[in-house]
């Protein structure tokens, strides 16, 4: 008796799914939409072909496909073969991916470690010190009366994941982190060091003709964010799966 792809070679010569099903790999985050078609395919090892990560489950041709085994989804990217297999004969078994990018979804942590900012004062009022200022002609001194710490504390925490189809991670951005800022109305040295590389936030004061700053958020906003306000600690891109990236965002309850 003949094998198969001696009396039919043409058809053999392509890639033919035996077997297909769908995961759906978040559903344990309460997602149960987002997921991953997945197809036994079967072919020569000498006519082996796969998509291009850029390709999608359009139709069987762009799929590399003799048939699709499911409804074509021209949402769904190629993102991979794995589960490579001889299966006699010189012909060979591997697992066909396609997906659609995954909906954005949070959850949450527990809890994350992070310093969150000291609280300085412009002066030491208790002393009537009222000599340390901050302006263009002064603008390197900091507000040096310190009222708290930098405070270095396990925050209830939560992360999101969102997903991004992109030819190059470095299209994909990352989330700008929270830390503290002076207002961009002010005209003084915006970039002054002291501030975020000091991690502090402070309030405004006024002494004479002279006015200081406060920080964005001052210290009096802040207060309003402690055990409220949940504030990005860090964003990352990672690649997921073929030209689908996740950047990873963990924001922390204000301490």
Known sequence: M??????NATAW????????WIEYPFANDGDTTSKIY???C???????EAPLFSQTMSDAATAKLIELPFAADATAYFVGDDGFAPAGATLITFTRSFMPVPATRTRGIGSYSYTWPAFRE???STQGNYTTVFNPQNELVPPDFITRDPLTASSPATVTY????????SSVSADVLWEPKWSTSTAIDLSYR??????????ANVSGSSSNLASVPSITTYKNYIGNTFLIVAS???SYKGNIYVKETIKALAQ
Do not use: H, Q
């Not at 002291?194 to 309030?203: A, E, H, Q, S």
């Open 2 to 7: 003949s094998i198969p792809f001696e009396s």
């Open 13 to 20: 010569a392509a890639i033919r799914a035996i077997d297909a």
């Open 38 to 40: 997945k197809m036994v």
């Open 42 to 48: 079967m072919c020569k090892s000498t006519e082996y």
């Open 122 to 124: 412009w002066n030491d």
């Open 162 to 169: 969102t997903f991004t189809y992109a030819t190059s991670i």
């Open 194 to 203: 002291g501030l975020p590389t000091g991690n502090y936030v402070c309030n």
């Open 236 to 238: 990352s891109i990672k």
